[in-house]
């Protein structure tokens, strides 16, 4: 295809993305997804390779062709306004919240592509409100588990399908919208794929669609010829010990990233299901390599990742997986750009916070004997590189997600925050300082609060890049009277006394260059 | 006759030209003076040449201004030093704002810098609760202790404490210490500025506005002073980001409200040439050298965002909804590393300046696509100003050209395919993404690249009508010239709806009326004629954003409150595609615009009568794309065609401004105004 009708579709089929994730965003309920932007769309081919995506946030990146591979494997047949619907993370999925719509578009009865729309509901069941239990030893505690199945049927809704999963859900009518929404999503997707078909023909559509990942495919080449042949190796781990090791290994214009010798997966909610770790891995090579503004399935045909099945970076059923794409998937990119530092040392900085800090807070609010849940993640502190600090307090590598104003948190919960400012002196010192972290206290207000963490370096610390020092690792506290009373754990769940005031710090980016310069 | 006494102006300051237009005795005209370093020398040298016009005696009755000086102000950070004043532990809730980061794959991204650095950043102890009662009294003390500690070190402070917007005592109280302590020292209130929840946002806004107060005062100061000079006083009012003017004085108060004024001016000035076209619902393109900004106006409204980013910072103040991209005639063709054509955002911008300028510059951009493809005059001047070298375009297109083995004719058509694709895009942004549909609208393409893609645009679009505006380059300050006095008012409550009482109502608007009254007195406006268009935020309890549902001005009572819960209902069906009447709402807050409408000059009317044919310059060919190839297109001179004219399909019209393109299947015609109307044909492929 011709390099201008190559431009001109690539523009119209991110808008399509771009117009399907505005349709979602615009009519979803649940502030999650309308405020804070936790969904994504895209667009594929007839096959399920990705051709065009709107993602807000990074960490649905890579994930979303697993979703489309899995609907197209679990049904053979498919026909107009069929839509199929999943959060199975073991077929398609990456943590329960994150359920994915997958709806195919015809053209004169032929199959033409398929649109998918992903969002984070904020409870699917399980253990805990918004489930994202940090004790879960199993994936059943997370909550409500849909394989793919057609939740439409040629535009038909299975009510009751539909009703066994709100039945199974804290808040059902919000989740209803929030459904809604997408099917919203995916109906817009489709219809302005048929525009675009009476605009340009089928035909020039599908050989448009294999064109764009020609293209993505040959620019990632262009970017990984550059690098020199060789291997590079780094490791780095939760704290509680659970390791992610990668080899990079580069071969002309093709790159493995092999994960052996990475922890075998663990009964704790760190797990990765594959599509996590190719979204972290994906995540890191754009943000290196930049090889295009808009990457699809060709940008990663070059790409080779080796996760061993069963391991923390390839998890199997039934592992637990709600901090997998939170926290673990962090971890991935940190080692994915520690082996690339090697090669690359002045386009990669040094660690960021490498958590999201998912503080969930719920109790019965004394104000109207309502139950409620709070949930947010934190920024923290990013790398300092090359050419300067790190920033301060922002959201890092796989999540993007606004902060809750403290104005609007009082307004709405029983709660009141304390402090809210950077954490001076945490950002690792170097040549150029690594970001500062935050520190958030919130009091609990007359009444007892359930509170759960799922946060990382509490222990290890961010590292630190070319001589610089790694960043100061986490803190949290329980303060009763203004006094500090005990350390939280990191993760897992407390129960908050009337008063009480949770103080959060969340770590400092790492420094780089030698301080003393 | 009964013509008004004196001149009514309007000036708009751009990069290269300051433009004035001015109506005297029945008659509106425009003119033009270089734009100066300085923006008042500028303007005042248009008032000069103004006088020259119609004599020293001449009263300029009102004259409108549309400033970048807040802008630029904001862009280069010259702004004011300024200290932030705040509740103890939040100092740092203007570095953090949103924890979101710029660039979600740049890991090289820079946030924009802190208006204010953490050293004058100061904690004040106090705190409010969630109903704007005192938790923590003010420590009077302490704020005289941190006021010393700045003492000749600040030209201005802001004031943001939490909940403010419900209860602005304690930041009165800050305020009147602060008098005490740095006389002579603006002091900002958050209240004042902007009374609604959310504390970055007002903290960003807040802040700006204090930090630009010195900035806008002094420019005012030096302003008013060559007036001033003048025989007569000149009554001075300023373009408002809100699209309405504001009075110097106000502008001064509150200068954050200039910071989105210069695209206000070109929508407004659009908004009444199309109204006088008798178009209601339209969507404007003003494409420059550099990007292009789309506005969409439906009913005849202006459309406002309650937000805006400036320089990567929130202003949270209405302003009209203006889109950019970087899409102009100046932006730069590539090719990329796997072989796609690339147009923008990187631009030539005006200096070099596209190839054909001859000004060093060799990158292809689309304005040399256009003189490659016969659009635009060869070897003759651009508006004026320099002449276009073919040769130059020619063998910078070459450069994309020839790699890829396309002809040069074949590779200026694919640049404009390509920027188009990026308008096109631009445009759906503010309809399609909106829930509107964007073929009931017509079209207003204008800037000096706009005229040339309107009606390609228009067709892909299935935006079949399509007005190139006459005066083109003169519609900013057309629009300054006729723009009302607007002022918004906001102020947040954070109710649930049991407790919302129409006497609560009727005490906010009335508040705001008396407040409005007096402003717009002052402004100019004449008592009486001023209207109120009061609104309330509502959203359903637990939700995160709200929607305004206006109300009528009038007497409160319960059924206005029911009313208010109904309209929600609706437009939240209308706009989300379901409501749920049986959730609780809650009030989060009141808005009222007052507008003053002034005086409409007419727009200059074109003569009629005639044929085209009087304007006809020599015939060029001109390249259609590959299916229709070079084609010999008729040329005319705009200044020269009369109102109710037929022009012939295709043709190319030259103006002063700009050169308008009429493609095979459009119809086009002269209004009475001098506009080019035009209809594409439904397509027969």
């Not at chain 1, 350390?487 to 400092?508: D, F, W």
Request: with cysteine; glycine share 12%.
């Amino acid at each position: 295809m011709d390099p201008v009708s190559l431009s001109v579709l690539e523009s119209a089929l991110a808008g399509v993305a771009k117009e399907m994730s505005e349709a979602l965003v615009r009519t979803a309920y649940s502030p999650n997804i309308k405020e804070r932007r936790d969904c994504s769309c895209a667009l594929f081919d007839e096959g399920g390779g990705l051709v065009a995506q709107a993602e807000n946030i990074p960490v649905h990146l890579g994930a979303m062709p697993f979703s489309v591979r899995a609907a197209v494997e679990a049904f053979p047949d498919w026909a107009p306004g069929d839509v199929v619907v999943l959060n199975d993370p073991f077929a398609g999925g990456a943590h329960l919240p994150d359920i994915t719509f997958v709806a195919p578009s015809f053209h004169d009865g032929q199959r033409l592509a398929f649109v998918a729309a992903r969002a984070h509901h904020a409870d699917v069941g399980g253990m805990t409100p918004g489930s994202l239990p940090a004790t879960a030893t199993e994936i059943f505690q997370e909550g409500l588990i849909i394989p793919p199945v057609k939740l439409w049927r040629s535009g038909a809704l299975n009510e009751d399908l539909l009703r066994l999963v709100l039945a199974n859900v804290r808040t059902p009518r919000e989740r209803r919208g929030d459904l809604q929404a997408q099917l919203a999503a995916v109906n817009t997707g489709i219809r302005r794929l048929e525009e675009l078909v009476t605009r340009h023909s089928a035909e020039h559509l599908r050989q448009g669609f294999s064109a764009l990942q020609a293209h993505a495919e040959r620019t990632m080449r262009a970017a990984l010829v550059q690098l020199p042949f060789g291997q590079w190796e780094f490791a780095d781990c939760l704290d509680e010990g659970t390791r992610v090791q990668v080899r990079l290994q580069a071969a002309g214009e093709e790159l493995t990233v092999d994960f052996s010798g990475s922890s075998p997966q663990t009964a704790a909610p760190v797990n990765a299901p594959l599509a996590v770790t190719a979204s972290a891995v994906y995540f890191s090579l754009r943000a290196v390599l930049d090889p295009c503004s808009s990457p699809n399935a060709g940008a990663w045909r070059p790409v080779n990742i080796l996760a061993p099945a069963g391991s923390v970076v390839n998890a199997t059923h039934p592992a637990p997986v709600s901090g997998g794409n939170l926290e673990l998937s962090q971890r991935i990119v940190d080692v994915v750009l520690g082996a690339l530092a090697q090669v690359l040392p002045e386009r990669v900085p040094a660690a960021a916070q490498g958590t999201m800090n998912n503080l969930t807070i719920g109790g019965v609010d004394p104000r109207t004997d309502e139950a409620y849940t709070f949930y947010e993640t934190l920024g923290g502190g990013c790398g300092a590189h090359a050419d300067g600090p790190g920033e301060s307090g922002v959201h890092s590598h796989m999540t993007n997600t606004l902060n809750t104003p403290v104005e609007a948190l009082e307004a709405a919960y029983p709660l009141r925050v304390e402090r809210y400012e950077l954490r001076q002196g945490s950002g690792g010192r170097g040549r150029f300082t690594g970001g500062d972290g935050l520190r958030r206290d919130i009091r609990v207000l007359e009444h007892t609060a359930t509170v759960s963490l799922l946060a990382d370096r509490r222990q290890g610390r961010p590292y630190g890049r070319a001589g610089g020092e790694p960043g100061a690792p986490g803190e949290d506290m329980l303060l009763i009277d203004g006094e500090e009373k005990r350390l939280l754990p990191a993760k897992g769940t407390v129960q908050v006394p009337p008063g009480g005031t949770i103080s959060l710090r969340t770590p400092g980016g790492g420094g780089y260059g030698p301080p003393t310069e | 006759m009964n013509s008004e006494p004196g001149a009514l102006v309007g000036v708009d300051v751009g990069g290269t030209f300051t433009d004035l237009v001015y109506c005297h005795a029945g008659t509106t005209r425009s003119l033009k003076v270089p734009s100066t370093p300085r923006q008042e020398e500028g303007l005042l040298a248009a008032v000069d040449a103004l006088e020259d016009e119609l004599g020293p005696r001449v009263v300029l009755r009102r004259l409108v201004h549309g400033t970048t000086v807040a802008t630029n102000a904001v862009l280069e950070e010259s702004w004011a030093a300024t200290a932030l004043l705040t509740t103890e532990g939040f100092r740092d809730v203007l570095e953090i704002g949103r924890q979101d980061r710029p660039s979600l794959y740049d890991l090289f991204a820079r946030r924009p810098r802190p208006v204010v650095p953490r050293g004058l950043r100061l904690d004040v102890p106090e705190r409010l609760d969630h109903r704007g009662r005192v938790v923590r009294p003010v420590d009077e003390d302490g704020v005289r202790r941190l006021a010393r500690g700045i003492r000749g070190s600040v030209e201005s402070v802001a004031v943001v404490l939490l909940f403010s917007f419900l209860n602005d005592g304690h930041e009165r109280t800050v305020r009147s210490l602060l008098e005490e302590e740095l006389p002579g020292v603006p002091v900002t209130l958050s209240s004042e500025v902007l009374p609604e929840v959310r504390e970055y946002e007002r903290t960003s806004t807040t802040v700006l506005s204090a930090a630009l107060r010195p900035v806008v005062a002094k420019y005012l100061e030096r302003l008013s002073a060559g007036l001033g000079k003048r025989s007569r006083p000149v009554p001075l009012l300023l373009m408002s980001s809100a699209g309405g003017v504001l009075s110097a004085q106000e502008a001064a108060r509150s200068p954050v409200g200039l910071l989105l004024s210069g695209p206000a001016g070109g929508v407004e000035g659009a908004r009444r040439v199309g109204t006088a076209a008798g178009l209601s619902d339209m969507i404007t393109l003003d494409m420059g050298g550099t990007s292009a900004d789309v506005a969409l106006i439906a009913g005849g409204e202006l459309q406002r965002s309650p937000e805006r980013t400036v320089g990567g910072r929130p202003v949270r103040l209405p302003a009209v909804d203006v889109h950019t991209v970087g899409a102009g005639g100046g932006s730069i063709a590539r090719l990329d590393g796997g072989g796609a054509l690339r147009v923008g955002p990187q631009s030539a911008g005006s200096h070099p300046g596209p190839a054909c300028y001859s000004r060093g510059g060799t990158s292809p951009t689309v304005t040399d696509a256009h003189l490659v493809l016969g659009r635009l005059p060869r070897g003759r001047t651009l508006g004026g100003l320099l002449p276009l070298n073919t040769a130059a375009a020619h063998a910078a297109i070459a450069r994309v050209a020839g790699p890829v083995g396309l002809s040069a004719e074949e590779a200026a058509w694919g640049i404009l395919q390509v920027v188009e694709a990026t308008m096109e895009q631009a445009i759906r942004v503010m309809s399609v993404q909106r829930g509107i549909d964007p073929r009931g609208f017509t079209l207003i393409a204008f800037g000096g690249a706009g005229p040339l893609h309107g009606a390609a645009l228009g067709a892909k679009l299935g935006m079949h009508r399509i007005l190139l505006p006459a005066h083109a380059g003169a519609l900013s300050a057309l629009g300054l010239m006729g723009a009302d006095l607007v002022l918004p008012f906001v102020r947040s409550l954070l109710l649930p709806w049991p407790e919302v009482l129409p006497t609560l109502l009727d005490q906010m608007v009335e508040r705001f009326r008396v407040e409005a009254t007096r402003r717009l007195a002052s402004a100019g406006a004449e008592g009486g004629t001023h209207q109120l268009f009061p609104a309330a935020d509502i959203r359903y309890r637990g939700q995160s954003f709200e929607l305004t549902v206006p109300f009528p001005d009038g007497e409160l009572c319960a059924a206005t409150v029911d009313n208010l819960a109904r309209d929600f209902h609706c437009r939240h069906e209308r706009l989300y595609g379901y409501s749920s009447p049986e959730d609780p709402l809650e009030l989060v807050g009141l808005r009222l615009t007052a507008v003053a409408p002034t005086e409409k000059p007419p727009l200059p009317r074109t003569p009629g009568g005639g044929d085209v044919g009087v304007g006809a310059l020599p015939p060029r060919p001109v390249y259609f794309g590959p299916e229709r190839g070079w084609i010999s297109c008729p040329v005319f001179d705009r200044a020269l065609l009369p109102a109710g004219g037929s022009l012939p399909s295709p043709s190319i019209v030259e103006g002063n401004d700009s050169t308008c393109l009429i493609p095979p299947h459009t119809d086009a015609e002269v209004d009475q105004y001098g506009n080019l109307l035009l209809e594409v044909r439904p397509w027969t492929q």
